[in-house]
């Protein structure tokens, strides 16, 4: 089945820092989300992006599909932005509906 | 708030229990997803039903079954529990029956003791 690598596994952040999450995928895919699951656990849509560019607020996420990448930027960071970062991915067969990465966990300190 | 909804937010059982998770969707959605949440196995997609059918299976185990009523709302039922069962179970829901946006619900979170 299609396999879906994130970098970097921890990512410590000064308050007001920016950073750029990665996530690697091993082949096409019809579906491509992040989500945030804040220390809460619950898991908060932040884009749907298959393919292209979004940007929302201080995030914005770019998917290369044709190369099999995507880049989650968050800028000015805060810290209520700490939590895992998630990349999920569904390939174009639809058989197996998102495939979950292993998360970057954020921490933001002030 | 993604509006999709689970009950309970919390469950407490002991070995060998049975108990039933219950999902209801966004309005006008058709398709419901089940996922399961472990420290050892990550996000884990379970079983996914669309329009009252089921549409795809993934890591579920035997002891799991899941249906989805007329009204749409989903329950997982989940049997004879290990204490591995214990994880944070997700409900989603999407209009499409693949390849559209999902939408998670806040979980239930089991512990079997």
């Known amino acids: 089945g299609i396999q879906v690598e994130q970098s970097p596994p921890d990512l410590i952040l000064q308050e007001g820092a920016n950073s750029t999450l990665r996530c690697n995928f091993s082949?096409?895919?019809?579906?491509l989300q992040w989500f945030h699951q804040n220390p809460w656990g619950q898991l908060i849509n932040l884009f749907y992006?298959?393919?292209g560019t979004k940007q929302n607020g201080r995030l914005s996420a770019t998917t290369v599909a044709t190369e099999r990448y995507s880049l989650l930027y968050i800028s000015s960071s805060q810290t209520t932005d700490s939590g895992v970062y998630f990349c999920?991915?569904?390939?174009?067969?639809?058989?197996?509906?998102?495939?979950f990465g292993k998360g970057t966990r954020l921490s933001v300190i002030a | 708030d993604s509006g999709v909804t689970q009950t309970p937010k919390h469950l407490i059982t002991a070995t060998g229990q049975r108990v039933t998770l219950r999902c209801s969707p966004r309005?006008?959605?058709?398709?419901v997803y089940w996922y399961q949440q472990s420290l050892d196995q990550g996000l884990q997609f379970l079983i996914q039903?669309?329009?009252?059918?089921?549409?795809a299976k993934g890591n579920i185990l035997e002891r799991f079954s899941a249906q989805q009523f007329p009204d749409l709302h989903s329950e997982l039922n989940l049997s004879s529990l290990e204490l591995g069962d214990s994880a944070l179970y997700f409900c989603?829901?999407?209009?499409?029956?693949?390849?559209?946006?999902?939408?998670f619900g806040p979980g239930t979170r089991l512990t079997v003791l």
């Open positions: 989603a829901s999407s209009v499409a029956r693949w390849g559209g946006e999902q939408f």
């Open positions: 082949d096409s895919v019809n579906n």
């Open positions: 992006i298959p393919s």
């Open positions: 999920a991915v569904e390939d174009s067969s639809g058989n197996t509906p998102l495939v």
């Open positions: 309005s006008g959605d058709l398709s």
């Open positions: 039903y669309y329009n009252g059918e089921e549409r």
